[in-house]
């Protein structure tokens, strides 16, 4: 019978391992694949005349390969939409866990969890025929799918992953921290101020990393709003193409195993490297201003 | 005239929603004196004391009927600011509660909250505190580290440190060495000692070896109710109601 029995858990355990082990490396052979598509473009443009060059133009003859408008375009949308998101999600989350009644706490976090859901061809259709005509009027501008567009309808998708990470975060500090701040006469703006949000640091720190990086690797949404335009931004309201929306629409006209392939798999593998950087950040921060005690993510 | 009592509830009750909590609770605290609240558990002798500096407004079902004063002032009049009362009836809690920040921080933490900015003076008021909690000799040399580091009865001391940096006038402590080795709790029974010679302390116990050895006056608190109060010889020696009785000499509770 305890031979059964371990024999099962031996099979278990096996199981697991083979399971995590096929993950993982499925996980890695696409890595690898990226890398194995992308590193030829390397032969035709030096990784500086790549990384910097200012022109693309990938189907002109000879060819331009660099993808630096791209990655401008990128960190553009980025800031721009994390400098509306974050204090829109961060402050939301202080005042639902914070300040708002119990009740309507649990009334709109589900709420702003459910705008997670909505699919981010939505959000672009949604820029795209309401927002960007109202650009366009408002501010009498050429078009209204631009950098702006691009990064508030990132913001509308960052905003509830945000704003739920950081409720998470900030709920738990242990009601004793804020007890202890008041007994000693602080009011509640200086609590939530000097005690809850320093203590929930850690935590609201991984929700802007985790809410930025899916803005930099965002599709659909930059691939329907950004304009499409590959140059350098000179204003808020010029058009960009930021580098998923690059590989999404050209992928499908870039003969395999060409030059603008390669290009394509290379602009890949620099996104990766993007929101590789953010998600170690994010793995920093967390641990290295980690919650202590009860207040533990 | 100065009146002659620091603080008072006269028939103060309490609700949790539809729970009664307090009865008509009226007792009255004078200056410089250790009283200490005791009961078996859920008796209110905790809600009592979190009513003395309204940290009972943290919850929202409840609700306080009757009137508590501090030098003869309502606390729970309409114009009153109720951070500024906490400032001048501090709190040491149960379990120690020190922010996830450096030692120094925490003890100026009261200061900074209350708008005082000179460096010297927070340098100095801190020291003071920490030498009156009887722990500056233990943190003088790691007053940046983070207090998260200390021992359980080192941080309790510094959550008494805390509480008298802002320099209060009632201190109210919650069972403050339930948690505590008997070293440590010994500790605290000394410094409570020397703070009642400049403070107005009112401490809740579950520990009735303790109320005997550091309070001047015990108020004995049953469901809810103020059974008794008195000199706490007298209410060790000779406790006028039955109960008082049973609850001291170990029969219920």
Redesign the interface.
């Known amino acids: 019978m305890a031979n059964r029995r371990q024999t099962t858990e031996k099979a278990m355990r096996a199981m697991f391992f083979v399971i995590t082990t096929a993950s993982i490396a499925i996980l890695f052979l696409i890595m690898f694949f990226l890398f194995k598509e992308g590193l030829p473009i390397f032969k035709t443009v030096s990784v500086k005349d790549f990384i910097f060059g200012k022109y693309w133009y990938p189907t002109s003859d000879p060819a331009d390969f660099g993808i630096f408008p791209l990655i401008v375009a990128s960190v553009a949308v980025t800031v721009v939409s994390g400098a509306i998101s974050v204090p829109l999600g961060v402050m939301t989350a202080i005042y639902l866990s914070e300040i708002a009644k119990p009740k309507v706490g649990e009334i709109v976090k589900p709420v702003v969890e459910l705008l997670a859901a909505l699919p981010s061809v939505v959000i672009g259709f949604f820029g795209m025929v309401l927002v960007a005509p109202f650009l366009q009027q408002v501010f009498g501008i050429p078009t209204g799918l631009n950098l702006f567009n691009a990064s508030l309808m990132l913001a509308f998708m960052s905003i509830p992953t945000i704003c739920s990470i950081s409720e998470d975060a900030i709920h738990s500090v242990p009601n004793a921290l804020r007890e202890a701040s008041a007994a000693l006469g602080a009011t509640q703006l200086q609590t939530i101020v000097r005690v809850v949000v320093p203590a929930s640091l850690s935590g609201i720190s991984t929700a802007v990393i985790l809410g930025l990086s899916r803005a930099v690797g965002e599709t659909m949404v930059v691939l329907m709003v950004a304009g499409g335009a590959a140059m350098l931004p000179g204003s808020l309201f010029d058009p960009v193409r930021p580098m998923p929306a690059s590989i999404a629409a050209e992928m499908a006209e870039a003969p395999v195993g060409g030059e603008h392939y390669y290009a394509l798999f290379a602009t890949g593998i620099v996104l990766f490297v993007f929101t590789l950087l953010f998600n170690i950040v994010a793995d920093f921060i967390a641990h290295r201003y980690a919650q202590v005690g009860d207040a533990t993510l | 005239m100065e009146p002659e009592y620091k603080m008072s509830s006269e028939n103060l009750d309490f609700h949790y929603g539809d729970f009664k909590a307090l009865h008509n609770v009226s007792i009255y605290f004078k200056p410089c004196e250790v009283t200490a609240l005791i009961g078996p558990s859920g008796c209110g002798k905790s809600t009592f004391l979190r009513c003395l500096?309204r940290?009972n407004d943290?919850i929202?079902i409840s609700r306080v009927a009757g009137k508590v004063t501090l030098d003869g002032d309502d606390i729970y009049a309409s114009a009153v600011d109720v951070?500024?009362?906490?400032?001048k009836v501090?709190?040491v809690?149960q379990?120690p509660?020190?922010?996830?920040?450096s030692i120094f921080d925490n003890v100026a933490?009261?200061l900074?909250?209350?708008g005082i900015k000179d460096k010297a003076f927070v340098r100095e008021r801190v020291e003071e505190s920490l030498k009156q909690a009887a722990i500056w000799d233990e943190v003088k040399d790691r007053l940046q580290d983070t207090a998260?580091g200390l021992s359980g009865g080192q941080q309790q001391r510094l959550?008494i440190a805390?509480?008298l940096a802002?320099k209060p006038e009632v201190v109210l402590m919650d069972e403050p060495a339930s948690a505590l080795d008997p070293i440590a709790t010994q500790k605290i029974e000394e410094l409570i000692h020397r703070l009642k010679e400049t403070y107005t302390i009112i401490i809740v116990t579950h520990n009735m070896q303790q109320a005997a050895r550091v309070s001047d006056v015990t108020a004995f608190f049953y469901l809810g109710k103020l059974i008794e109060v008195g000199d706490t010889d007298t209410i060790f020696t000779r406790p006028k109601k039955k109960q008082t009785e049973d609850y001291i000499t170990g029969r219920f509770g």
């Not at chain 2, 951070?83 to 400032?87: C, D, G, I, Q, V």
């Open positions: 500096n940290m943290l929202p951070a500024m009362l906490r400032r501090g709190m809690f379990k509660n020190p922010f996830p920040k933490y009261g900074w909250v209350n998260l959550c805390r509480a802002v």
